[in-house]
C-alpha cells in the first residue's frame, strides 16, 4: 500500500538552528499538508500545498516556517530559526482530491528544540 | 470554524469488551467527519469517514461510528476489542468546501488481558 515517508524520524536541535523536515509523499496525489502535535496536545493543522503554493494555513504558520516542492517528488518544511516551542511531532500528509478530503499522513518527525 | 471534542482521554477496556469512544464537533457550515487511529510510532490511519449518505458508517478492524447531526456527535464503536486495538485515537472535521483537518484531543484506548 502507497505510503507518505517522512525524514527524519527524530531531530534534535539547539534554539535559533534552521531544521528542515523532509516528506515523500503519495506520487499521483496533488495536495500536500504539514500537521504538528505539541506533546499532550492536539494535532493541528500548519499548512496545505497546492500546484506549487499554498493554498491554506493557519495562524501558527507564521513567516518562520515556509514550504517548497523542490522536485517532483519531495514536500519540505522548513522552520529558520527554531524556537523552544517548536519542539513538537510534525506530520505530513497528501491526498489526491480536495473536498472528500481523505488525507494519508506519514509516521511524523519528532523536533526537539533544546 | 470548526471545533472538536473527545470527552475522554483514556479508556480502559477488558479484552472482548465493547467500547465506545465519544466525539462531538461544533461547525458552521456543512462537515465531513473522520477518525484516524494512531499506533506506537506510526502515522495516523484512517479507519473511517462520513461523508455523506447513511449515518452508520463502517470502517476497518471492526469499528464502526454513527453520525447524529441533532447531537452533532460522531461515536466510534466496537463491540468487541483485541489487545491489538491499543492505540490514540483521533477524531477530526472538515469543512467540505476546504482541506483543513481540525482534530479532537485524542482517546487513548487500553485494551487488557
Known amino acids: 500500500e502507497p505510503e507518505v515517508t517522512q525524514t527524519p524520524s527524530h531531530q534534535v536541535t539547539q534554539m535559533g538552528q534552521e531544521v528542515i523536515l523532509r516528506c515523500v509523499p503519495i506520487s499521483n496525489h496533488l495536495y500536500f499538508y504539514w500537521y504538528r502535535q505539541i506533546l499532550g496536545q492536539k494535532v493541528e493543522f500548519l499548512v496545505s500545498?497546492?500546484?506549487?503554493?499554498?493554498?491554506?494555513k493557519s495562524e501558527i504558520f507564521d513567516d518562520q516556517f515556509s514550504v517548497e516542492r523542490p522536485d517532483g517528488s519531495n514536500f519540505t518544511l522548513k522552520i529558520r530559526s527554531t524556537k523552544l516551542e517548536d519542539s513538537a511531532m510534525y506530520f505530513c500528509?497528501?491526498?489526491?482530491?480536495?473536498?472528500?478530503?481523505?488525507?494519508?499522513f506519514g509516521a511524523g518527525s519528532r523536533l526537539t528544540v533544546l | 470554524a470548526q471545533s472538536v471534542t473527545q470527552l475522554d482521554s483514556q479508556v480502559p477496556v477488558f479484552e472482548e469488551a465493547p467500547v465506545e469512544l465519544r466525539c462531538n464537533y461544533s461547525?458552521?457550515?456543512?462537515?465531513?467527519l473522520f477518525w484516524y487511529v494512531q499506533y506506537p510510532n506510526q502515522g495516523l490511519q484512517l479507519l473511517l469517514k462520513y461523508l455523506s449518505g447513511s449515518t452508520l458508517v463502517k470502517g476497518i478492524n471492526g469499528f464502526e461510528a454513527e453520525f447524529n447531526k441533532s447531537q452533532t456527535s460522531f461515536h466510534l464503536r466496537k463491540p468487541s476489542v483485541h489487545i491489538s486495538d491499543t492505540a490514540e485515537y483521533f477524531c477530526a472535521v472538515s469543512g467540505r468546501a476546504g482541506n483543513m483537518l481540525t482534530f479532537g484531543g485524542g482517546t487513548r484506548l487500553m485494551v487488557k488481558p
Open positions: 500545498f497546492y500546484n506549487n503554493e499554498i493554498s491554506e
Open positions: 461547525s458552521s457550515v456543512s462537515v465531513y
Open positions: 500528509a497528501s491526498s489526491s482530491t480536495q473536498g472528500s478530503n481523505v488525507l494519508t
